[in-house]
């Protein structure tokens, strides 16, 4: 890239996460300019279009990788469609910004990963929860030496209300579309990659995600490669809200995170002391960075370096998912060199 | 107004605020257009202008006021400047968003607030911390009579570095410069005016800005109207950062908000547990609330409502900055009917 | 003293802050020994006598003061009866713990403290919160100079519940009855004398309080001698209980103490997130410095030692509440100087 | 017992947990009487006699158990002696508090238990952190339905410093000796029983401890009769002082518990947000509870009711250790059945 020139970046997928990449890209992210919309439903393509003064907007995808004005694209489209997509857009020179999981087949994860190296295109991976204001803390704390070396590492991750259950029958089971996540946070803050995953998980938020044969409670145990133990617990429905708190433990101290809160207000009252229940959801806990994601994404580009999410960093949380599930039904752990 | 059209706005002066404002309307601000700027320094107009893709952009104010496609205006000029361009723009029938303080003389904040009725128009003054996540709960808190009776306000704000001496010369001192803000705060939370107040100050943190004439610490008692007592603590130099913080007692409980921090980390080493410094200044506290009462100003004038601070709010905080300068000079409590 | 020998101190009045020293010095205070309780309610000095397998029980103190077994003790008695056994005791060489306010008298102070320097006995004002382990804690970061110079001081100290309205009205009014720990606190943590009083207080919790000629609510301005300014705010209810906090300002940073709890627990709920009110009164908050304070007193009598809180430290506490009840009834600042 | 008549009790060991146990039931225990102490080391048994001035003082503990002047035992001796000195009590018709745990081996525990019941004595385990005030407080919440029904359980209990290497190769192994304390509190607060667990753990602190054979550093699984699922992390040495938390999860909402601190200070500097580590090791932290745990002792003989923590309550926890060796040692879950 020249990086003089703004990089044009089309969006493909005008749903939730769609929309929000849209905006950060309209208005604040430096460097990069909105430059098409493309969504097989033409209306909510349109609508954010107008939002943001686009005039290529498209049910078609192809309309953006064929357009020689557009320089990168955000696949936000579903998960079904990503590898695929990467893969067009790669053969199309288009850097990349994919949204996860990039797929939950590990050939068709190759298969898009090769063609993105065949092509020399940028791709980072939508792992947003990196940019976090805690979560960066916590790993540039780590990664100065501050808890000394890791023993110990927890992850509570906890949503506020369970998905729709025919959602649930095609995310690829909690481990895929959920704990992802946490697999990926592990992974980002140890510094280290995990070898061993045990599970002991249930169905007790509702009886219908466990008939749709899945889970949505589970405490997971990690075991990594520099002999360090993490542990992650999950649950689809906390009563109190988005529950994303992490600790690590080391030979030189503790650093944990916990929630934010919309306000600071305690309230002190006969009946005892009151505060905030943490922000809902991921829409307002994480939008800043899924703006950080996308700010970051473009200096990679303009500037000719490696992305922060690369792709096989989109590859190995999906094979922690698939041991993760292996665990669970076989009652033991399971070594991440068993599945790919 | 015909809400159906965006509100069209001319930001007057292109410094620090007015860069915030200019971005709030352009990028932030549903129902309202950024559609001029003008600057005495025409180059940072032109700054803001570029950014924003705004054409109409000058060195004289004059030319926004008489631009027929402007509805209002947002004027973010030198202090001694607002109350004749509030003057002026009423009388080009403009809407009026004014930063604080209006002007440091009553006179002319009675002939600015004289100006705006004549003509009708909106006006809404920039106390932006009215739209403080932290202290708008505790204002609805005590609305909704969570406290009872309100008996106590304490109020602590703390600058984290004192503005250069130049600039202390020309403020119209400490009272009217920064406690102003908490003087309104006072008043907002507690729906009650202030009938005296009482100081106790000095010099503590610099003695180049008591030799000009200033104090940089305070201690400030207010009466209520309604029996309540207040107290403001100032400085103009807290080595942790920018200190925010109130309290709200009440016959029936208490409600405190405090600082906000750039993220939640906990550090427990063996020199102790070890936590973030409040977010440093006001443009990183109070960024959202700069945007919120942009917002709330021009869905005011869209849908026709009076704007959440008015003249009235602009003229109160004055006097009492007057009085707590006098009740420091003469070491006694001074009512506010004293003064205006 | 013969440092080989436990201290031998008898208990003058066994009412509830009587108990409390009694169990202090015979269970919990190593080198002394409970050796015998006076009051004119015989059957309360017995009960306690019983627990504790003391012989000498007496409704006469002067039995107490007539022992030459007995080496010190401990005036528990009612206020107005403090400075004439202060008196007695000394002139029997007695060693002295004399429960606050010495007096409301300044002649009768005055002519305690004259006896006890003439007997050459020591003397210890009961000012325990001194000896809590927060207050102590800020007390020491302050002369280790982690604050820098002190700059502000604000001491919030409200009770749970009011008093009785008759012992309102023989409690020689709020300032004296409960400010003056906040007075004591306030020389004690800024190692500064404080030279003007300012006061501004109400009737908000009880008309009856009133009607006794008495205030229950205040917020009270302080001036040190070293520049500092300090703020106490008083209330005689405080719905969630006992609140006993400080925070001390300085160039270098501030320290502040909280409240202590019951329990550590947090409950998030969908209704939010709830915690302990504070411990509810002084017994529960300022057990273990009750204790503390009488094992510094028995310390300082055995080793020959100056105690921790002398005569003097008794008797300025007493001019603050005055000139408080001078501020308050005159609505002006007020010197100590014009007081005693 | 006639509870007309105090509960006389005999300490048999007279280390650093005879000790405390000597002092509550001397100072701070209503209806006990301290009426004999027996150590091997006559020296140490006479140095708590003489403080507390009881005259039966013997290195045999059999003159305790003869003596029929005696109620009740508390068994403060070393592990390997616990077994026999219960049911040898309970052959003489003393009740029995002793200390955790009753053995390593469980029949030897069977035996002492056995003894126990056919004697029909009183018998309380000395598991004394459920009597501190915030467990306790979990515990209650979680039985009044506050969090619904328990999903997650999250226990961390880390210690300031390992044991020197000669205790822990005599100690049983980490799971007996430090984890046994947090079996048991996951029974306690859980209410139901543990079917299964599995250990990932490693040697991090001290490689010596490795050669003596133990870890020092662990994650647990457990699975709970009721579906619920728990997690205990342990480490032998947590710089920042001892770390001792729990949190419980379910579908009515969540309860946590953290440290207890010496203080409540919070010091702001230009540096960051300071306060304090948690009170040092268990001496200091579960001080309360061990008072209060001999208190409830001689309640439950004074009025002939169960203990609270019975036999079996010191059975499973030896269990549960037993079925974490081997789930380390295998790598693999055990379930409790396996064991015993």
Same mark, same amino acid.
């Given at each position: 890239?020249?990086?003089?020139?703004?990089?044009?970046?089309?969006?493909?997928?005008?749903?939730?996460?769609?929309?929000?990449?849209?905006?950060?890209?309209?208005?604040?992210?430096?460097?990069?300019?909105?430059?098409? %919309?493309?969504?097989?439903?033409?209306?909510?393509?349109? *609508?954010?279009?107008?939002?943001?003064?686009?005039?290529?907007?498209?049910?078609?995808?192809?309309?953006?990788?064929?357009?020689?004005?557009?320089?990168?694209?955000?696949?936000?489209?579903?998960?079904?469609?990503?590898?695929?997509?990467?893969? *067009?857009?790669?053969?199309?020179?288009?850097?990349?910004?994919?949204?996860?999981?990039?797929?939950?087949?590990?050939?068709?994860?190759?298969?898009?990963?090769?063609?993105?190296?065949?092509?020399?295109?940028?791709?980072?991976?939508?792992?947003?929860?990196?940019?976090?204001?805690?979560?960066?803390?916590?790993?540039?704390?780590?990664?100065?030496? #501050?808890?000394? *070396?890791?023993? %110990?590492?927890?992850?509570?991750?906890?949503?506020?209300?369970?998905?729709?259950?025919?959602?649930?029958?095609?995310?690829?089971?909690?481990?895929?579309?959920?704990?992802?996540?946490?697999?990926?946070?592990?992974?980002?803050?140890?510094?280290?990659?995990? *070898?061993?995953?045990?599970?002991?998980?249930?169905?007790?938020?509702?009886?219908?995600?466990?008939?749709?044969?899945?889970?949505?409670?589970?405490?997971?145990?990690? #075991?990594?490669?520099?002999?360090?133990?993490?542990?992650?617990?999950?649950?689809?429905?906390?009563?109190?809200? +988005?529950?994303?708190?992490?600790?690590?433990?080391?030979?030189?101290?503790?650093?944990?995170?916990?929630?934010?809160?919309?306000?600071?207000?305690?309230?002190?009252?006969?009946?005892?002391?009151?505060?905030?229940?943490?922000? +809902?959801?991921?829409?307002?806990? +994480?939008?800043?960075?899924?703006?950080?994601?996308?700010?970051?994404?473009?200096?990679?580009?303009?500037?000719?370096?490696?992305?922060?999410?690369?792709?096989?960093?989109?590859?190995?949380?999906?094979?922690?998912?698939?041991?993760?599930?292996?665990?669970?039904?076989?009652?033991?752990?399971?070594?991440?060199?068993? %599945?790919?």
């Amino acid at each position: 890239m020249n990086n003089d020139q703004p990089l044009r970046i089309g969006v493909i997928g005008a749903g939730r996460i769609g929309k929000i990449h849209a905006e950060s890209i309209a208005t604040r992210t430096p460097g990069a300019v909105l430059a098409g %919309i493309a969504d097989v439903d033409l209306a909510a393509a349109k *609508e954010t279009a107008v939002k943001f003064n686009v005039s290529l907007v498209t049910a078609d995808y192809h309309d953006i990788l064929n357009d020689p004005a557009i320089d990168a694209v955000a696949i936000c489209s579903a998960t079904n469609t990503h590898a695929h997509i990467v893969q *067009e857009a790669a053969a199309a020179g288009k850097h990349i910004f994919c949204e996860k999981p990039i797929d939950h087949s590990l050939e068709k994860i190759d298969a898009a990963l090769a063609a993105v190296e065949k092509a020399g295109v940028k791709l980072q991976i939508g792992f947003n929860r990196r940019f976090d204001a805690n979560f960066r803390k916590v790993r540039e704390m780590i990664a100065a030496g #501050k808890v000394g *070396e890791p023993h %110990i590492l927890r992850i509570t991750s906890r949503d506020p209300a369970p998905p729709p259950v025919e959602y649930v029958k095609v995310s690829g089971g909690m481990f895929l579309d959920m704990t992802i996540h946490d697999f990926d946070m592990a992974r980002y803050l140890m510094g280290s990659e995990v *070898e061993e995953v045990y599970v002991a998980a249930g169905v007790m938020v509702d009886p219908a995600i466990g008939a749709a044969g899945d889970v949505d409670t589970a405490v997971i145990t990690l #075991k990594f490669a520099n002999g360090a133990i993490g542990t992650i617990d999950n649950s689809r429905k906390a009563v109190y809200g +988005y529950d994303q708190r992490v600790e690590v433990f080391g030979s030189g101290g503790m650093v944990s995170v916990g929630n934010n809160l919309p306000n600071t207000h305690v309230y002190s009252s006969a009946d005892g002391v009151h505060s905030e229940k943490p922000l +809902y959801f991921f829409l307002e806990r +994480y939008m800043d960075s899924f703006v950080a994601e996308m700010q970051e994404f473009v200096q990679a580009v303009l500037q000719d370096k490696t992305p922060p999410v690369v792709g096989v960093d989109g590859r190995i949380p999906v094979i922690m998912g698939m041991a993760a599930a292996k665990s669970y039904r076989e009652n033991r752990p399971v070594k991440l060199s068993e %599945i790919g």
